[in-house]
């Protein structure tokens, strides 16, 4: 894995990808963002030596260089998934990458299904801690203690500070945030009733595909860290609706304004 990092690193230093100082990872919910950035550099992922490519019709392949509110950025527009057949050393290999490029703080998007029925559709959730339920971890395989502490601690794997400014910066803009535990599931089905009362019971507040992977991986290598959930659907399990994937990016992209003002405003602070 060392070769592929520093063969990507050296392909996107040659293409002007310089000492950025934050990394964001474009989840459902957040595709807005990229019309708020100056973008200096761009590339498809699909011409980056080692990357993944991204398979879901909804998510987009570039890495884009640019400057957002003063900082300069490096952006993740689509993320990759268990569920589209990489390992979890795939779909957290970018977030290696952003770091040995220089960032060091990382941001996250994503989409989630809200089990906390005080929670509701088209709601935003910052995350202040995770369960991983994807069987597996980033962190298991052989070399990974040359890139980082093997037994990564993960008692405070969210930055309470960028936490708290999120919290201002939602207040102050009127924006509904709330605060609770995301669940990773590998997917792609959505849940059945027995398992959101699984989820309920164990903690869950919102359960996704994604994030979990990134943020183990980000803690790893000592990044901060901070993610926000667009909650797409209400998982009550005594009254499921089927639930239609359009209906799901329909609710994402009716939030985008208040996740693109949230990131914006605290990108400004950091």
Known sequence: ??????????YLNNKGFENPEIGIILGTGLGQLINEIEIIKEVSYNH???????????HKGKLIYGTLAGKIVVVMQGRFHLYEGYTLQDVTFPVRIMEKLGIKTLLVSNAA???NLNFKKGELMLIEDHINLQGNSPLAFKGVSLLGE?????SAPYDAEI??????IAKANNITL???????????QLETRAEYRMLKIIGADAVGMSTVPEIIVANHLNLRVAAVSVLTDECDPDNLEPVDIKDIIASAEKA???????????IETL
């Open 1 to 10: 894995m060392i070769k592929f990092i520093e063969e990507t690193v050296d």
């Open 48 to 58: 980056i030596p080692n990357f993944p490519t991204a398979t879901v019709e909804f």
């Open 113 to 115: 299904g809200a089990i």
């Open 150 to 154: 093997r037994f990564t601690d993960m």
């Open 163 to 168: 936490n708290s400014t999120f919290k201002k």
């Open 178 to 188: 709330h605060e609770g535990v995301y669940a990773s599931v590998v997917g792609p």
């Open 256 to 266: 985008e304004p208040q996740m693109v003002t949230l990131f914006k405003a605290l």
